[in-house]
């Protein structure tokens, strides 16, 4: 069965200190998606970045990089030179596309994470 | 482009009435919409996947009767809280999704449901 475990609860840090979020997935698929979400308080999901199982590249945008590893069904998210305004829920997504899937989305419990100034 | 929008973005009823939550994609074609359900810091929690002229897909615990969605053109879908209760108070999110298989999830900005 599909699952998405987001082990940190909550991360308070300084500001401009990095930050990693951690996020492992489970599944049978050998197709599937891997996605980041913020939620900020107004409670609208941004989206971050969409991955896909047959590309392990790593990614960098600005201050955001993901590191995803099939050896270790993982899927990590670092912050560089966090900001005040990072502060919110990061939600990390499965969607499996194998024959039969609808590509629905399983959210992992979500991360706090608090930038302080 | 790939907007979403969700109305009413808050509402308050009293216990036992029924309210109606639309969801349109504004710049494209929804072939699938999904319903989600947040509980006060909590994950999003799967409600159903409809799609577009077809029955909605509940997701295991989730009433249909209680519950109810229609996916009634490629640009709306509505999902209706029968009967609500205090404990029906949450906050529900839809999504869009252009093509049947694969491509990214468009998300609404939710709707808060207060049921006194």
């Known amino acids: 069965a599909q699952k998405v475990t987001q082990a940190q609860t909550e991360i308070s840090v300084v500001e401009k200190e990095d930050v990693t979020l951690d996020c492992v997935y489970e599944t049978r698929d050998t197709t599937y998606y891997l996605f980041w979400y913020k939620q900020p308080p107004s409670g609208e999901l941004v989206f971050l970045i969409r991955r896909n199982s047959f590309d392990e590249q790593n990614e960098i945008s600005g201050r955001y990089s993901w590191n995803f590893q099939k050896s270790t069904s993982s899927f990590n998210f670092t912050i560089t030179a966090s900001q005040v305004v990072d502060s919110a829920v990061y939600f990390c997504a499965l969607s499996e596309h194998g024959s039969g899937n609808t590509g629905k989305l399983i959210f992992g419990q979500g991360t706090t994470l608090q930038v302080k100034p | 482009g790939a907007v979403v929008s969700q109305h009413p973005s808050w509402v308050i009823c009293k216990s036992g009435t029924s309210v109606k939550i639309e969801c349109r994609s504004l710049?494209?074609?929804?072939?699938?919409m999904f319903w989600y359900r947040q509980f006060p810091k909590q994950s999003l929690m799967l409600m159903a996947t409809?799609?577009?002229?077809?029955?909605?897909?509940?997701e295991q615990g989730v009433e249909k009767d209680k519950f109810l969605i229609n996916h009634a053109s490629l640009t709306l879908s509505t999902l209706t809280v029968t009967s609500a209760h205090p404990e029906d108070s949450s906050f529900y999110i839809c999504?869009?999704?252009?093509?049947?298989?694969?491509?990214?999830?468009?998300f609404g900005p939710g709707t808060r449901l207060t049921v006194l």
């Open positions: 999504s869009a999704r252009r093509s049947l298989v694969g491509g990214e999830q468009f």
């Open positions: 409809s799609n577009e002229g077809s029955k909605a897909t509940y």
């Open positions: 710049d494209f074609q929804a072939t699938t």
